[in-house]
């Protein structure tokens, strides 16, 4: 049984199913993304997540302070 608890590095993780599990739809036409197709990028201090909708083509966005 494999349960890692790196502190710092899951963090990450956790913050993207966490955001990627509540938005897991799209808020245009409510198309539901299975994959899970978070694009995530770092700058500094900020996370941010975008997903571009396949259905409708909407983006969806998240910034996120660490
Ligand atoms: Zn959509």
Redesign the pocket.
Known sequence: MASSQEPGASAFDRLRSHYADSRAS??????EDTEGGWRVTTSGSRVSYQRV??????VDALELRL
């Open positions: 799209c808020p245009e036409c409510g198309h909708c396949p259905s409708c083509g909407a």
